[in-house]
């Protein structure tokens, strides 16, 4: 099975500033799927970015962008202008084609005012 | 409508009680999923229903009972549970169980205390 591995379950970031959460995976696949999660102390977790095994261009979302490498097997999100609305549980996770996700330990994010 | 709801968004049942956890989307998914959440770690696969057709069982014991009536409505019937399946239970819809392109929308989740 794939295991993905976030090795920072706890960070914090202060306002305004950029922070970078870390996410590496392992896996044989070629084809496949990454994915962050957030999920605020509301409880539902909300997809922030998504990037294709395939692309090779880093996905962005307006203050989000992630820094994809295949190779390394690596996926971590950087958050610029952090706002306290970003403090959250980030998850992160991969999916293959045909089967469920695999999400990570998650990292905890505390945005200091 | 884009969203995942989910019904009730607390529970708190004795060991002996017979509840039931609702979930619905209106989004055409043709997947949908049951997770199971402790706090402070990730959710955990309980159930995965593709075309209303049950097609994961991730090993859960019979006490939890998922149905699925229709495309649009997730059911979980909750029976003799123990202490210990205390947890956020959140459901899930996607458009396909077997195209990994698209993630998952979430509900807010059900949070279950057992007494």
């Known amino acids: 099975a794939q295991t993905v591995t976030q090795s920072q379950p706890e960070m914090s970031v202060q306002e305004a500033e950029t922070v970078t959460l870390s996410c590496t995976y392992d896996?044989?696949?070629?084809?496949?799927?990454l994915f962050w999660y957030k999920q605020p102390p509301s409880r539902q977790m909300i997809l922030v970015i998504r990037?294709?095994?395939?692309?090779?261009q880093n996905a962005t979302e307006n203050r989000f962008s992630v820094n994809f490498q295949k190779a390394a097997k690596s996926f971590s999100l950087k958050i610029s202008d952090s706002q306290l609305g970003d403090a959250a549980m980030y998850f992160c996770?991969?999916?293959?084609?045909?089967?469920?996700?695999?999400f990570g330990t998650g990292t905890s994010l505390t945005v200091i005012p | 409508d884009t969203e995942v709801t989910q019904t009730p968004k607390h529970l708190v049942m004795g060991m002996t009680n017979k509840k039931s956890l609702k979930c619905e989307q209106h989004?055409?998914?043709?997947?949908m999923y049951w997770y199971k959440q402790k706090a402070k770690k990730p959710p955990e696969l309980m159930f995965v229903?593709?075309?209303?057709?049950?097609?994961i069982n991730e090993s859960v014991p019979s006490r939890f009972s998922p149905e699925c009536p229709n495309s649009s409505l997730l059911n979980l019937h909750l029976h003799a549970l123990q202490p210990e399946d205390s947890a956020l239970y959140l459901c899930?819809?996607?458009?396909?169980?077997?195209?990994?392109?698209?993630?998952?929308?979430f509900g807010s989740g059900t949070r279950l205390t057992v007494v």
């Open positions: 899930a819809s996607s458009p396909s169980a077997r195209q990994g392109f698209y993630g998952y929308t």
């Open positions: 896996t044989s696949e070629s084809d496949y799927y």
């Open positions: 990037q294709e095994a395939y692309k090779q």
């Open positions: 996770a991969y999916r293959s084609t045909g089967n469920q996700f695999y």
């Open positions: 989004m055409g998914h043709r997947a």
């Open positions: 229903y593709s075309y209303e057709k049950l097609s």
